[in-house]
Structures are given as C-alpha cells and as structure tokens.
C-alpha cells in the first residue's frame, strides 16, 4: 500500500510538472526546444541587414568604457566591448548576446508558468508567446539594452514569486542583485521596481517587506547601482537634460491612452494578447493567484507611470513574459473542463499562423525588395516610435542600411585631400550614427576616428583637431558657410534603403572663420 501510495504521488507530481510521457515530452523539454528554435532563428538572420543606427553608437562607446554615458549606464557598452574582444566584428558576434537574451527570456517564461503552477501545456504556450512577440522578436534581433531588460524585470518577478511561495526572504538578497544589475542596464528598472514594491504594499504580501533581508536587498541593488549613479552626478545628468531636449523638440510619436494600449496588441501580437489579458485577469482578480496579486497590481503601475509621463510605446514590453505565463497557466485550466480539448491544438496553430504572417515585419527576415512586396500585400507596417523621415523601408529596418557606403564615399573624399590637409582633417558626424559608421568601418579604409557633438560623443571632444580642414556629414551648405571661408561639395552620400536623413552631401570644409575646435566646442553639443 505504501509502495502504491507513493506511486500515484510521484504519478501526480509529474502530471503537474508534465512530465507524463517521458521526459522529451515534458514541460521543460517543450520550453528548451523553442529557446532553441529561438536562438537558431536570430543566429541564422544576424546578417541579413546591417548594424544599426544605435549599434554604432554602442560600439563606440564600448571603446570608451565608463560608469555612465549621456543616454544610457553602462552595461551595454560593455556588452559591446566584451563581443568583440571574445568574438570579433562580425555581425554573428555583436548580436550573439541579443540572440541569448532572446533564447533565455522564453526560458524565463517557462520557468514563470512552472512557477505559477503550469504544466506543459502553459509553459510551452507561454513560452511560444514570448518567443514570437514582434516586440520580443525585434530586441533580440540588434544588440541594445531592450534585449537585456525582459530578463532583468522577469528575473525580479520569478524570485519575487518565490519568496511569495515560500517565505524564504534571503531571496530579497537575489532579488537585489538582479535589479542592481538591472540599474546599470537601463533606467527604466527603477519603474518597475517601483511598481513591484507599490504592488506589494497594496496586497497583505507586504509583511515580505518587513525584514533586515529586504533591506539588505535595497542596499545591493544601490550598491551595485552607485558607480553609475555617482557618474551622473558628477556630470549633473545629462540623461534628464536630454529627456527635456526630446520633449522640447517633439521627436516621439504623442499617444493616447487608448493608442498606447493598442500598441501594446501590436508589440505582443494580436492573436497571443488574449493570453497576456488573461494573465492580467488572472493575477487581479483570480483565486489561484490571489498571493500574486502584486504582480498584476505592479503591471497597471507600470503602465499607468508610463501614461503619466508619456513613455515610450515599448518600456512595458518586458513585463509582458509574466502576464504570458500568468495567462498560460489560466488557459490551461480554463480549457482542462470536458469537451474543449480541441481548442488547445486549435487556438496554438492561430497564434503560430499569426506570428509567422507578423514575423517578417519585426525583425529582418526578408530582403528589403521581398518585404516591401509583402508588406504592400498584406498591409502591414511597424508601428512609429518617431517623427523622422524614413525610406521605403520603415525606420527600425532602414536604420540598418547606407553605414559601410557612407563610411567608403567618406574615405574617397579624405584620401582625395593633399597629404598636409589630411593630416590635420577632422571627420565631423552630425548624429551618432554616421560618427560610429565612421568609428566602426573607417579603421579598415585607414581614417582615424570620428568627432561628434552628438549624446556622448560630445564628452570625447574634438581628439586635438583645430577645424582647420573638417570633413563634415548630414550639415547643410548655408550653415558651414557661416563658420567656414572655403565650403566645397565632395560627394553625394545615400543608400536606397537609409533613412531620409542620411541623404546628404560631404563637404570638405577650410579655413574656419576665427574660431578653433576647442574654443567652440561647448556650443557644439547636442542631446536630444
């Protein structure tokens, strides 16, 4: 009898663990083989366009390591730099860690279904929902901070379930750590903190808080955080003077309430939000998930933070792997009852069927000519995060073309001057972008490295050039003309594919009229 009794316990703890079936079919199993496809998926398309507008920057300022930079802390950067020292320029190399970020965030969202009681099912349907998210499929696909994020806050989230399971407050310590490094990845891990904390105070889980481990988890997560924080006070945050420029200048797209909550359709796909809805209801409102509850409460803090001070469409993104679990494990139940074991295989294939028709326009999957024709028949275009001009492609694709053409029009013109003017030429970038073009191809064409006024370019200043010859990119005619005697046209610089801005003309500009870099140079910085 006891043999037996055991028997049908460990029989009941795989049935909840679905593990029934062998250990291929099991729930971790189904999870691991979609991480995997996953992961294949991004390797296999890292080529396919090229580095983006925000990649040359990060890769420029990951040969200028700090505590902080004007935009952004430090752990891109970083991530930048560490690429290449272990793995090179390739394009495979600079977007390997995206491509792991993305793999282990549908790891992640396993492991959250798991936690919130999900068997196979749940795990491997949240799983497949992060898996093929637009906006989760666009973050893996480019090396930023986005990539980072979702597995910051979800980490947060999964420890924080745990300690609600099992009282074991040590785990504040953990909670602290992951959120520190959270902080040097993007500031936006204070809102969710925040919102975390906010919604434990609002549930009767806020007696979790009341213990020398929370607090020594604060005092991780400052700690690992301070660097950071004390580089922007040393610069006086230059990140919230530049916040201030963007909204002075109107560069994002201004949404509604409403606009803003359908985009969050677009960004987790439309035919998967039913599952994230579900979640939300669930973690609010349902019995199983009344311990939960924080979670739900720290998701409508997020959002309603974000409402408030206009933040851009895609900061809840990373929340969204909870509410996909949470969602997951309600479906899984829900659909448990007598008769709707059709509607598993049935629903899985909708939600397949529309993120493979949405995939090609979230992450670089067709060549630009097959895009546009399948974008034309099918009606379908990214959502607009800014008021800048594109190409035919939209902006988060053409960002990704004209860099090498520029960077080899640019070492014609620079090789075409006397060797004297050479000598003392400064290449001037008027964005990041075309300053990292030149940074990352130029070495290559034998051109020494970019100045710029643009975001942290700035701080490196003018590299002891005077401005007596400067190769100047993206200005207009009539602006050098103010500073410069002599103002001559060299080259027409303009991919097909690039943004509208990056259509310019080169000019090599001479004799500077009474004015050196150096002395100038303050009045040259632009953050916005």
């Not at 924080?229 to 945050?237: D, R, S």
């Not at 940074?439 to 006024?453: E, H, Q, R, T």
Request: proline share 6%.
């Amino acid at each position: 009898m006891v043999e037996a009794a055991s028997g049908q316990a460990e029989r009941a703890v795989a049935e909840r663990d679905g593990r029934v079936g062998g250990v291929w079919a099991s729930g971790s199993a189904v999870v691991g083989l979609i991480a995997a496809g996953t992961l294949a998926l991004h390797l296999a398309t890292a080529g396919l366009y090229g580095l983006f507008i925000d990649e040359l920057y990060f890769l420029a300022c990951g040969q200028h390591l700090a505590w902080g930079y004007v935009d952004m802390p430090p752990l891109t950067a970083a991530q930048a730099w560490l690429a290449r020292a272990a793995f090179g320029d390739s394009m495979l190399a600079i977007r390997l860690f995206p491509a792991l970020a993305g793999a282990g965030l549908v790891l992640l969202a396993g492991a959250l279904a798991r936690a919130l009681g999900g068997r196979r099912f749940a795990q491997g349907l949240a799983a497949f929902a992060v898996a093929t998210a637009p906006g989760d499929l666009l973050a893996a696909s480019y090396l930023s901070m986005n990539s980072i994020e979702p597995l910051l806050w979800m980490g947060c989230a999964l420890v924080l379930i745990r300690i609600i399971r099992t009282g074991n407050t040590r785990l504040w310590l953990v909670f602290g750590l992951l959120a520190g490094i959270g902080l040097e990845n993007k500031d936006t891990m204070l809102l969710f903190g925040f919102a975390l904390v906010a919604g434990l105070l609002l549930t009767p889980e806020r007696r979790l808080m009341a213990n020398r481990w929370f607090v020594a988890g604060g005092a991780v997560a400052f700690l690992i955080f301070l660097p950071n924080l004390g580089w922007m006070i040393g610069h006086h945050f230059p990140h919230l003077e530049m916040l201030a420029n963007i909204r002075r200048s109107g560069r994002n797209v201004a949404l509604s309430p409403l606009q803003f909550m359908a985009q969050q359709l677009v960004f987790t796909g439309p035919l998967a939000a039913p599952i994230w809805l579900a979640g939300l209801w669930r973690l609010l409102a349902g019995r199983g998930a009344r311990p939960y509850r924080a979670l739900g409460l720290a998701y409508v803090v997020t959002i309603g933070v974000l409402l408030a001070v206009h933040g851009r469409v895609y900061y809840p993104l990373p929340a969204y792997a909870l509410l996909f679990a949470a969602g997951a494990v309600a479906l899984e139940t829900w659909l448990a009852r007598p008769g709707w074991g059709w509607a598993k295989p049935a629903y899985t294939g909708a939600v397949a069927l529309a993120a493979a028709a949405l995939a090609p326009v979230a992450m670089p999957l067709l060549p630009p000519e097959a895009y546009l024709r399948y974008t034309r028949a099918l009606h379908l275009s990214p959502p607009q995060i800014e008021h800048r001009q594109a190409s035919a492609l939209p902006q988060l694709f053409a960002d990704r073309f004209g860099w090498p053409e520029m960077a080899q029009a640019v070492a014609k013109a620079y090789f075409a001057l006397p060797p004297d003017e050479r000598a003392r030429c400064a290449i001037f970038g008027n964005d990041y972008g075309e300053a990292g073009a030149i940074d990352f191809y130029g070495p290559a064409l034998g051109l020494p490295k970019a100045i710029s006024g643009h975001l942290t370019y700035w701080y490196w200043g003018p590299r002891g050039y005077t401005g007596a010859v400067m190769l100047v990119l993206g200005d207009r005619r009539e602006v050098l003309e103010r500073e410069f005697e002599d103002v001559q046209a060299v080259a027409e610089i303009g991919q097909r594919y690039a943004m509208a801005q990056e259509h310019f003309t080169l000019f090599v500009c001479r004799k500077p009229k009474g004015w050196m870099l150096a002395t100038i140079w303050p009045r040259l910085k632009s953050w916005d």
